[in-house]
């Protein structure tokens, strides 16, 4: 007796499409890690800021223009911390720690910020024709700038797997 047929159904075989498609985050976690993302894009526009107003500061003749642009970077790592305390982050794994690492490196890098203001205050006291002011006088800058790297660092390794999940750009310290 010859065999008959026998009916099989099947699933068709997954493609690549569908096995490399990240699985979208939930709504409010996307939203809250976006409100994080732009907190850390406008800590980027303030250090590209602070690297033109350092630049503008080796000399007397533009110093003026580099203590203002120390100020607004100060004015606006301000408001960094203000908003970072008030990000809504219950539904971002490790949010709390997050929010912390974020503080962290935005209060390190607003002491390094005064302490450009004051030393920028000293050199244009004693400015009177000099050709160069030395930065690498700032009292305090540098072990401000160490402490903000150390916690850019932790901000970094919060932020990146948080951002890969939800589809969003990963940072590095260089550009916080």
């Known amino acids: ?18 096995m490399t498609q990240p699985r979208r985050p939930a709504p409010a976690m996307y939203d809250q890690a976006r409100q994080v993302d ?11 800021e602070l690297t033109r107003a350092v630049e503008a500061a080796r000399t007397c003749r533009t110093l003026p223009a580099a ?21 809504k982050l219950d539904k971002v794994p490790n949010g709390e720690r997050l ?7 935005f209060q390190a890098s607003l002491e390094a910020d005064r302490a450009l203001i004051a030393w ?3 050199a244009g006291r004693k400015c009177r024709g000099k050709p160069r002011p030395d930065i690498s006088r700032a009292s305090g800058r540098i072990p401000a700038e ?31």
Not at 1 to 18: D, E, F
Not at 38 to 48: E, K, P, T, Y
Not at 99 to 105: F, I, K, S, Y
């Open 120 to 122: 920028g205050k000293r």
């Open 67 to 87: 203590m203002a642009g120390f100020q607004r970077v100060a004015v606006r790592r301000q408001d960094q911390l203000r908003r970072t305390q008030n990000l």
């Open 146 to 176: 160490r402490k903000a790297i150390i916690a850019k660092q932790r901000l970094v390794a919060i932020w990146n797997p948080l951002a890969r999940q939800v589809g969003l750009p990963p940072r590095t310290v260089s550009n916080l």
């Open 38 to 48: 732009a907190v850390l894009a406008a800590s980027l526009d303030a250090r590209n």
């Open 1 to 18: 007796k010859p065999q008959q047929p026998v009916a099989t159904t099947t699933s068709p075989a997954p493609t690549n499409a569908t």
């Open 99 to 105: 929010r912390v690492a974020m503080r962290q490196a």
